[in-house]
């Protein structure tokens, strides 16, 4: 079956600094989706990515997806602290099952 | 209500127990998906309703795990037996309105979830 794997499993940054998480998976997605899910809440849904090498911005977030389809990041830049929970990207199916990867925990130092 | 409501929010059982995890959709919301979350791991889908018709339950991990939506709202889900391997977070998810008939990519807004602690 499909499988999503995220890396890397944590990071911690110091507040300002650069973040980065990485989603590969085993085969061609219809999309993906990326969540946060700060620590003892639920996933709540960021941005969707469709179409093959798109991108997308929000504020300090960019999210891409890779011109295969089978990978996608998501960057955020100047980190704030209230950045900080776990990041998740999931594949989609073509009626909405998601695959979850392992998600990035991050932690920002202020 | 303005968002997916679960019940209970913690449940607490000993081995052998039965339980039953409750979730209310966003109101209209068509498709209503079950997750079970293990601590420190990503959701892991089990199953899949649009309406009241379960169209998915690849993920289900054993028999002992059933899940209805009968009248294409509220769904629950029973897990019977219980095993110190079923404690984790069950989360639940509703998306799509009820205008279209939901496709790839609707944005799943999920549930606080029910923390099943099997001791």
């Known amino acids: 079956g499909q499988q999503v794997m995220q890396i890397p499993q944590y990071q911690h940054v110091q507040e300002g600094e650069d973040f980065t998480t990485y989603c590969n998976s085993s085969t061609t997605l219809s999309n993906i989706q990326w969540y946060k899910q700060r620590p003892g809440g639920h996933p709540v849904f960021l941005i969707q990515l469709v179409k093959s090498g798109e991108v997308k911005k929000q504020k300090r977030l960019t999210f891409q997806f890779g011109e295969a389809k089978k990978n996608s990041s998501l960057h955020i830049t100047a980190t704030q602290t209230t950045d900080v929970g776990t990041y998740f990207c999931a594949g989609g199916t073509s009626y909405g099952k998601l695959t979850f990867g392992q998600g990035t925990i991050l932690t920002v130092h202020p | 209500g303005a968002g997916v409501s679960q019940s209970p929010r913690y449940k607490v059982a000993k081995r052998g127990q039965d339980v039953a995890l409750r979730c209310d959709p966003i109101?209209?919301?068509?498709?209503l998906f079950w997750y079970q979350q293990a601590l420190g791991q990503g959701p892991e889908f089990l199953t899949y309703?649009?309406?009241?018709?379960?169209?998915?339950k690849s993920g289900l991990p054993s028999d002992r795990f059933f899940a209805e939506r009968p009248e294409g709202s509220v769904s629950t889900l029973k897990i019977q037996r219980t095993q110190q391997e079923d404690s984790a977070v069950y989360l639940c998810?509703?998306?799509?309105?009820?205008?279209?008939?939901?496709?790839?990519?609707?944005?799943?807004?999920f549930g606080p979830g029910t923390r099943l602690t099997v001791l």
């Open positions: 998810a509703s998306s799509s309105p009820r205008t279209t008939s939901g496709g790839p990519g609707d944005t799943q807004y």
């Open positions: 309703f649009q309406n009241e018709a379960q169209l998915d």
């Open positions: 109101s209209g919301h068509v498709s």
